[in-house]
């Protein structure tokens, strides 16, 4: 499934895909650092199962951390530093995320276009940006600062009250049996 996801929003974005170990990607580019998004089909609760929705992961990595599994393969593994930034950390990017039969909404592609464009692809512009090179603390980093980066910016900004507005939840708790005597 995460497969041909992938394929479906690659031809509808005109985006390369490149092959990992375990899972596909979507390209953004080239540079220094590799921008990538691992998308994940999940189903919308509360909906029928054919009712998903786009989840998913953008992935930076610098480009000489990603190796072939063996000489000769195309599918590549991550070695070293890489950043993860999952899209629920955007929840404006929800709305838009609903699976079609034709692919998904447009306006979630321009999100993601513009959410990896926004980050730098070279080490320079990841120094001028967050202060410190792409590979110190990776390991202990958990991208807190590019999502407070992100998130600075109005387009991707966490605005509760325009998420829940007009929503309403009522919960009714009844004894499943009658009373026990």
């Known amino acids: 499934m995460q497969r041909k996801l ?3 929003i690659a031809r509808q974005a005109g985006l390369p895909i490149l092959s990992m170990e375990h899972h596909d990607c979507l390209l953004f ?4 650092l590799v921008k990538m998004f691992v998308p994940r089909a999940k189903r919308v609760m509360g909906g ?3 009712d998903r929705m786009v989840t998913g992961h953008l992935l930076i990595v610098p480009k000489d951390n990603l190796q072939p599994l063996t000489p000769r ?4 593994r991550i070695i070293g ?3 993860s930034i999952h899209l629920a950390n955007f929840p404006s990017i929800i709305p838009l995320s609903q699976i079609r039969d034709d692919g998904v909404a447009e306006p979630f592609l321009a999100y993601l276009l513009a959410l ?6 070279d080490e320079t512009g990841w120094r001028q940006l967050f202060g410190k090179s792409f590979i110190d ?3 202990t980093d958990s991208s807190q600062a590019e999502i407070q980066y992100l998130r600075k910016d109005s387009r991707f900004a966490f605005e509760p009250e325009a998420i829940v507005s007009g929503l309403e939840i009522s919960i009714k708790f ?3 049996f009658g009373p026990s005597s």
């Open 137 to 139: 603390d990776w390991q």
């Open 48 to 50: 029928s199962p054919q």
């Open 29 to 32: 580019g080239g540079g220094d």
């Open 6 to 8: 992938t394929l479906q």
């Open 116 to 121: 990896a464009d926004t980050l730098p692809s």
């Open 174 to 176: 009844e004894p499943a």
């Open 81 to 83: 530093a890489f950043r």
């Open 73 to 76: 393969s195309r599918r590549r």
